[in-house]
Nanobody, 122 residues
């Protein structure tokens, strides 16, 4: 059982930056692959980024590659999403997720946070 709590969302102008955080409960954080997903109004939830259990491997969706960067600090039980050069199309609710064996498909994840809203103004 893992509880995930996102924070760091808010309103930002196009071209600006935000850093999202996801804090996990428990003592088994390092046994989970961690991912970020987002969902805009009227659209399906889409993959954003994923990081391996050790943090040694990452993968980012083409839509955010070069602008966003996922990272994790296992000592702090926290995963981050650094979001730079934000665009209006990045506006969505952002969710972190944990999975034992997962990658870029939301169906592969077992635990989800409550989400944090990111709004990028044009």
């Amino acid at each position: 059982q893992v509880q995930l709590v996102e924070s760091g969302g808010g309103l930002v102008q196009a071209g600006g930056s935000l850093r999202l955080s996801c804090a996990a409960s428990g003592r088994t954080f390092s046994t989970y692959v961690m991912g970020w997903f987002r969902q805009a109004p009227g659209k399906e939830r889409e993959f954003v980024a994923v990081i391996s259990k050790s943090g040694g491997s990452t993968y980012h969706a083409d839509s955010v590659k070069g602008r966003f960067a996922i990272s994790r600090d296992n000592a702090k039980n926290t995963v981050y999403l650094q979001m730079n050069s934000l665009k209006p199309e990045d506006t969505a609710d952002y969710y972190c997720a944990a999975g034992r064996n997962s990658w870029d498909n939301s169906k592969e994840y077992d635990y989800w946070g409550q989400g944090t809203q990111v709004t990028v103004s044009s």
